[in-house]
């Protein structure tokens, strides 16, 4: 089972990247898929994550109305739509994968123990 996140760069302040978390090996439709990022320095910080059941979404305050979380079943791929990046958004941000729905709640927790997990793609938001 394998993720791969792919989408990250340099982008400037108020800029947008869309990130995208592809999967091998399952149907990730079926899966609770969360994002994650982790600055150098800094413990891991959930973003956003979407439940398999009924695609239900939820953020992180930091980065509400901001980001965007979806899937693309046909893709089988997750996207984290990011506008209006600023440079406290820089990091490398992970996607994550779980069969249980209850790894992805209105908490976003950093600690929420998904099983699978990609290598990370690095963002860097910079003038």
């Known amino acids: 089972l394998q993720l791969v996140e792919s989408g990250g760069g340099l982008v400037q302040p108020g800029g947008s990247l869309r990130l995208s978390c592809a999967v091998s090996g399952f149907f990730l439709g079926s899966y609770a898929v969360g994002w994650f990022r982790q600055a150098p320095g800094k413990e891991r910080e959930g973003v956003s994550c979407i439940r398999g059941v009924d695609d239900s979404t939820y953020y992180a305050d930091s980065v509400k109305g901001r980001f965007t979380i979806s899937r693309d079943k046909a893709k089988n791929t997750v996207y984290l739509q990011m506008n209006s990046l600023k440079p406290e958004d820089a990091a490398v941000y992970y996607c994550?994968?779980?069969?249980?729905?209850?790894?992805?709640?209105?908490?976003?927790?950093?600690?929420?123990?998904?099983?699978?997990w990609g290598q990370g793609t690095q963002v860097t938001v910079s003038s």
């Open positions: 994550a994968a779980d069969l249980a729905d209850s790894v992805c709640d209105a908490s976003v927790n950093s600690l929420a123990p998904y099983n699978y």
